[in-house]
């Protein structure tokens, strides 16, 4: 297995528009994030994964892009890009980018020009298709923020492709100047020194030219087996690979729903020349009960099934990136722990554990390294994301099921739980903002922010500091083999770590009930690396507390 600097990195998710605001305008920016890398170095992490900052409409909060070599301008400007990248720079933390090219703005130039006519030498950017009549779109493929996939343009009477919502017009990547564009874009920002990208629904770019009607689940076909893993995703990312990816050492990692490890084997395997890593998505869309909506947990022996899945078959083949959480999902504390104020803590730290000591590059999200909670909803006023605010019209208005069937599900999984702003401190709005934030602040902001965890050494935050200490020193955790233990358990995550002649053994109570461990022989009187609760690991037998996490070292 090669040793890369990106294995090794812990990488930090930053969604711009809620980290931190420095104008007042009540919306987070760039300014905002040069001014907390400081924070972020002393946290100690390695690279910060930037969401969308280009010109954007917001139709999507930055991934319908307008222009790709534009900042927003309620985010700052280049100048400010620049200065950014320049102080994180110094501080030794890398800066990798959102590359969204599956589709873009209907207001980028590229789209405007391509809906004049069907001789505009953009027409072939996107893609274009005659409906069956004039009323009925091409095939029966719904979007996935809801509603056909298809919209008509009465400009040239033909419908055109969005796969998400209808101001994200899919780019159509069998033309060869829309990969040159793509890939000519990407060399300026290389060129600009930014160290790397994360592909939004990169799996989805090549389509199956016939585009046939998909198996009817909800309101809408199937698009899947259609446009996710198309016919040239391969052909086109090595081709990415060639002309960008491998002149520059950057990292990459794609966003691939529905990915099987097989198929992560391709876009990720060691000697592909794709992509350094994929986002699978298993363990966080398995517990859907309406499409993706749901209120229950994912049962614990079938998160480990996944999970541990994943590490044995991507082991020494492909890398594996780790997350809880990120921008699309609910909080992690609120998910799979509790947030109940008696395991909150615990919670939050023993969920840390049991991800950070796994193979792969580790995520976290902005505001998990404090604990940060799912939002107390009251009421449809309170959504500002386009996927809560569609999907309520496609269940409830329309008479599918009933308010309270549904919203359970909707304050459970809605995306806005991740995107309420980072609390910084006890000051009102949490210290995002001096103005109005454009999304409410989560009112336990008093007792969940920054300012109190970076002051308390036995705070989620320090937690999360000494467990990205812990992969610097001991190769173990980056490098060693995985091993599940104790798979029949309902309340017990355990697992064993192997490098030559180290091995680490990490124990993580997913339970809310006092449980008891027997601690495997060459571990009694092993080294503890780090635990969540007071307590001495030398017996043989262990009473563990609720949520309780420990790793031992020999
Ligand atoms: C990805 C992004 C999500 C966005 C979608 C469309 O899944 O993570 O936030 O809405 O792509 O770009
Ligand atoms: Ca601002």
Not at 28 to 52: A, C, E, M, N, R
Not at 100 to 108: A, F, G, L, R, Y
Not at 479 to 496: A, H, I, M
Request: glycine share 6%; charged share 25%; with cysteine.
């Amino acid at each position: 297995m090669n040793k890369t600097w990106w294995k090794e990195s812990v990488i930090y998710q930053i969604y711009p528009r809620s980290f931190m605001d420095s104008n007042a305008d009540g919306i987070g920016d760039i300014k905002g994030i040069t001014g907390k890398l400081d924070y972020l170095k002393y946290l100690g992490i390695d690279v910060i994964w930037l969401s969308p900052v280009y010109q954007s409409p917001n139709d999507d909060n930055g991934y319908d892009i307008s222009d790709y070599q534009a900042i927003m301008t309620e985010f700052g400007t280049m100048e400010d890009f620049d200065e950014m990248l320049k102080v994180a720079h110094a501080r030794g933390i890398r800066i990798v980018m959102d590359l969204v090219v599956n589709h873009t703005s209907d207001e980028h130039k590229w789209f405007m020009e391509s809906r004049k006519s069907k001789e505009n030498k953009y027409r072939d950017y996107y893609i274009w298709r005659e409906g069956k009549s004039s009323s009925t779109p091409p095939n029966n493929w719904g979007a996935c923020f809801g509603g056909s996939a298809w919209e008509y343009d009465k400009q040239t009477d033909m419908y055109y492709l969005h796969l998400f919502s209808k101001k994200q017009p899919d780019l159509n990547w069998d033309c060869p100047d829309v990969r040159k564009e793509v890939f000519d874009m990407m060399t300026w920002w290389c060129e600009k020194g930014i160290d790397g990208f994360r592909m939004d629904v990169i799996s989805m770019i090549s389509k199956t030219k016939e585009m046939p009607d998909g198996e009817v689940h909800d309101l809408y076909g199937d698009f899947n087996p259609y446009c996710v893993h198309g016919p040239n995703v391969h052909k086109y990312l090595q081709e990415m690979n060639e002309k960008v990816l491998s002149k520059y050492d950057i990292m990459t990692v794609g966003e691939t729903s529905g990915v099987t490890p097989k198929q992560a084997r391709l876009y990720a395997g060691e000697d592909r020349n794709e992509l350094n890593m994929v986002f699978q998505f298993e363990h966080v869309e398995s517990d859907g009960k309406y499409g993706k909506w749901t209120d229950r947990k994912l049962p614990l022996k079938t998160l480990k099934e996944i999970m541990s899945r994943w590490q044995t078959e991507l082991y020494g083949q492909a890398w594996n990136s780790l997350f809880w959480d990120n921008h699309d999902q609910p909080r992690a504390v609120s998910r799979f722990g509790s947030d109940h104020p008696t395991y909150r803590e615990s919670s939050a730290k023993m969920l840390a554990t049991c991800l950070h000591m796994m193979q792969g590059t580790p995520y976290i999200y902005q505001g998990e390294e404090l604990g940060m909670t799912n939002y107390p909803f009251q009421s449809m006023q309170d959504f500002k994301d386009i996927e809560s605010i569609h999907a309520y019209e496609e269940w409830c208005k329309s008479g599918r099921l009933s308010h309270d069937t549904f919203w359970p599900c909707l304050t459970f999984k809605s995306r806005d739980n991740a995107r309420t702003p980072m609390q910084w401190d006890d000051t009102e709005h949490a210290g995002f903002t001096s103005g109005t934030p454009w999304i409410a602040v989560n009112p336990n902001y008093t007792q969940i922010n920054a300012k109190l965890q970076t002051h308390d050494p036995d705070s989620v935050f320090h937690y999360y500091k000494k467990l990205i200490a812990l992969r610097k020193q001991y190769p173990v955790i980056v490098y060693g083999k995985y091993e599940l233990l104790c798979p029949e358990s309902d309340d017990l995550f355990v697992y064993t770590r192997t490098l030559e002649d180290t091995k680490m053994l990490v124990v993580c109570s997913f339970t809310e009930k006092n449980t008891t461990f027997e601690i495997p022989e060459p571990f009694t009187n092993a080294q503890c690396l780090i635990s969540n609760m007071n307590h001495s690991y030398q017996n043989k037998t262990i009473q563990l507390q609720p949520y309780e996490a420990f790793v031992l070292f020999i």
